[in-house]
């Protein structure tokens, strides 16, 4: 053999050795594991436990303890409005209004969780019942796919209170009777 083609050899192995190093790299950083996921949780569950708790809703806080209801009393209308710009590529908010990749969001405090006429909703946020308490939006704007298991919003959710805070004060106004303030 020549040294040519060991040079070539060896350079080809090197490359695919550090394109396989990139590609799991820049892997990483595209998805994120769901935080709390543990192989040993999922291993341990039998397959029927396992059907059922990816529809089943998992409710859980804010991540950070704070207070809700002072909040939403000061929230600033162009705020909310501003903070809402995040859905407007998935949502209308007009009364009546079409539904375009997620549900409109017109009256939605208040209206009973995947009610909304001819949009099908996932099967963890049909079976969840219930009304959208200010509480409960919150918990879900917060982290959407720890709230409820299989939804199909792929926001990843609004990590701050206040930015949760506005989206909500927002979606209070979009009502012809808004619901009072907790």
């Known amino acids: ?11 080809s192995i090197v490359l695919t050795v550090v394109l396989i190093v990139a590609v799991n790299v820049i892997g990483d950083f595209a998805v994120r594991p769901n935080p709390g996921y543990s192989p040993v949780q ?18 859980t806080a804010a991540p950070e303890a704070t207070d809700l209801s002072s909040l939403l009393a000061n929230v600033a209308p162009a ?3 501003k903070a809402y710009r995040a859905c407007k590529s998935c949502h209308t908010a007009t009364e009546g209004g079409r539904k375009l990749v997620g549900p409109n969001l017109w009256d939605v405090v208040g209206r009973d969780k995947g009610s909304q006429e001819g949009y099908k909703y996932s099967a963890g946020l049909a079976s969840l019942g219930g009304q959208w308490t ?15 298991k299989g939804t199909k919003m792929a926001f990843k959710g609004f990590s701050k ?8 004060a ?3 106004s979009l009502s012809a009777d808004p619901k009072p303030l907790p």
């Open 134 to 148: 200010y509480e409960d939006l919150d918990a879900f704007l917060s982290n959407p796919r720890g709230y409820i």
């Open 170 to 172: 927002y979606l209070r």
């Open 42 to 59: 999922v291993a341990g569950e039998q397959p029927a436990a396992k059907a059922q708790a990816s529809v089943a809703p998992v409710v």
């Open 161 to 168: 209170p206040e930015g949760r805070a506005k989206v909500i």
């Open 79 to 81: 705020d909310a409005k």
């Open 1 to 11: 053999m020549n040294s040519g083609f060991l040079k070539t050899l060896g350079l």
